[in-house]
């Protein structure tokens, strides 16, 4: 497996070589974290916090560089152990200058071609993938009809109060997801813009994002976006995420001003992708759980 | 109350649901890397032993369910309850028929059994692997076949009905795999 995984390294590298693309290895450990809400940041005593990606390290550099960028490494999430998941994993996460979603897809996809797997598959909005698999459309169903949805599919937790957010992402999560990606990987776009922050809406239609995620055999495999390079939306959307984070009573991180500060430098037109390493190993090795990939996995060290 | 937040979810770990005791078979992290987290757990009822799945929030509790397994010797059948003793204490349990189930044809007196306990009410008696049981009904075997491979049904002292060799005749004692309900070899009076 350690073969495997070095091989998978390597191929990866040079996939992001031959595009032109730089490596760089920004700081693991950062005084400020993103504001997500539903992002854990592991924090580190008197020091900030491990980074759960790359992202603002890489955005900071883009606008220094002004060129296209990739990281390769570990990265942290809190509260993350599962089958699927392990709190420190491998991600490959790049951005291309004057990418858009759609070039953000291509690329992936001969990414993961060149890794040895299926050519990407159909593609599908986040509307058509539930319009077909729920007979329910995200952007217009009422709180009640997600709920009665929910109910239908056996999977509403007890006691379940949310917002629209929560029951997609429920659907999404134990409905939608696991159908996904069986004949090779596949293609969500447009996933609703309730909780979007760092990315670009669209154009045409501002209740969706332009982020996408790939799935395969039925796991989340990478996600991308064509980037938000309005550092005063930024705020905004970092603010209200703070908000939501206070209201559930989570913890609440500073908001990374050295990002904000670049982004008013004026971040390049981007398209970026953040690549699951671990999972993407396991799935090429025909492996059931990542902790069969990863040399220490947690919490068995 | 106890209770049990979905980090501490593993297989095996008796809760309460809806009232009933269950033992988690399975448990599942799920989270969407932009979204909420969730636990999705497979659990075994374990009065009925039927299996569902259940939807949790990640960080939501349920009640632990005082769900714990003694050693306890069988001591009689009485027409309704089964009688049990644990031997190191010499405190009595009376377990019901459902709790019994399969394992009635599977037990004789003084046998050890693995009995599931919840609030200290006998749930379910599992019956010891092995058992060693003298045969009282069986038809004799037919001469000139009688080891190769052709068998026989035989009730043993239990009522419990299994197949045995063609050799195999009346009165003798046996050993039988009662997971499998299956003949193992002749057994030694001891």
Known sequence: MLAERAALLATLRDEMAARGML????????????????????????AGYLVPSPEHGLKR???????????????????????WHNPEFTMLEWYELGG??????????????????????????????FTDTLALDPLTASLDDLERCADAHGVTPPEARGDRVFWLDLLMGLVVQPRLGTQGPEIVTHFPADDAVLIALDGDDARVGQRFECFWQGIELANGAKELTDPRLA?????????????????EPPIDERLLAAMATGLPECAGVALGVDRLLALLTGKPRLAEVIPFAWPAR | MAQYSTQQFKGGLKIILDGDPYSIVENEFVKPGKGQAFSRVKVRNLKTGRTIERTFKSGDSVEAADVFNLDLQFLYHDGEFYHFMDP?????????????????????????????????????????????????????????????????????????VVQVPLFI???ELLRVDTRKAEYVSRASES
């Open chain 2, 88 to 160: 190191a204490s010499f405190e009595q349990y009376q377990a019901s028929e459902a709790a019994v189930g399969d394992a009635a044809k599977w037990i004789q007196a003084e046998d050890k059994c693995d009995v599931t306990l919840w609030n200290g009410v006998p749930l379910q008696v599992d019956a010891p692997n092995f058992l060693i049981s003298r045969v009282t009904q069986t038809d004799p075997g037919v001469r000139g076949n009688t080891s190769s491979g052709g068998t026989k049904p035989a009730t043993l002292e239990t009522g419990a």
């Open chain 1, 61 to 83: 550099l883009l606008v220094e560089t002004r060129r296209s960028l990739y990281q390769l490494g570990h990265v942290f999430r809190a509260g993350e152990v599962g089958r």
């Open chain 1, 23 to 46: 490596e760089v290895d920004t700081a693991l450990l950062s005084p400020a974290a993103p504001c997500e809400r539903a992002l854990e940041c592991l924090a580190v005593g008197g």
């Open chain 2, 169 to 171: 005749e009346e009165g």
């Open chain 1, 100 to 129: 858009s979603m759609q070039d953000a897809v291509d690329t992936l996809g001969t990414v993961l071609a060149a890794a040895g797997a299926p050519a990407l598959g159909r593609q599908r909005t986040y509307r058509a993938v």
């Open chain 1, 235 to 251: 705020r905004q959307r970092m603010q209200r995420e703070q908000d939501v984070r206070i209201e559930q009573g989570q913890a």
